[in-house]
């Protein structure tokens, strides 16, 4: 199983970027899956998370509301971040996560997620 993430990079305050994170070893769809980023000096948090219910409830950290968009593609096999109106305390590496058998009051918790990419690099300049 390989998650590879990718689409990271330098970007102004208030500029966009889509991250994806395509799988191989592992079908996306019906599974858990998030995003987490790790600043210096800080733990690593989730940013957001799709339950793997058929409903696929989404979750947001609060700073990001309105700002990012999780989402997967079945067909690509692939999970993506869409993130606007970026913000200096945005700057993270991020990393992408699925887990096959995740309660829904785990989602946020790291430990949950059974795989991981190797990190994103995201620096938002002011």
């Known amino acids: 199983v390989q998650l590879q993430a990718s689409g990271g990079g330098l970007v102004q305050a208030d500029g966009s970027l889509r991250l994806s994170c395509a799988a191989t070893?592992?079908?996306?769809?019906?599974?858990?899956i998030g995003w987490f980023r790790q600043a210096p000096g800080k733990e690593r948090e989730r940013v957001s998370c799709?339950?793997?219910?058929?409903?696929?409830?989404?979750d947001y950290l609060d700073s990001v509301k309105g700002r990012f968009t999780i989402s997967r593609d079945g067909a690509k096999n692939t999970m993506y971040l869409q993130m606007s109106r970026l913000e200096f305390e945005d700057t993270a590496v991020y990393y992408c996560?699925?887990?096959?058998?995740?309660?829904?009051?785990?989602?946020?918790?790291?430990?949950?997620?059974?795989?991981w990419g190797q990190g994103t690099l995201v620096t938002v300049s002011s």
């Open positions: 996560a699925a887990g096959a058998r995740i309660i829904t009051s785990s989602l946020r918790v790291p430990t949950s997620y059974d795989y």
């Open positions: 070893g592992l079908t996306l769809d019906n599974i858990a």
């Open positions: 799709i339950s793997s219910s058929s409903n696929g409830s989404t």
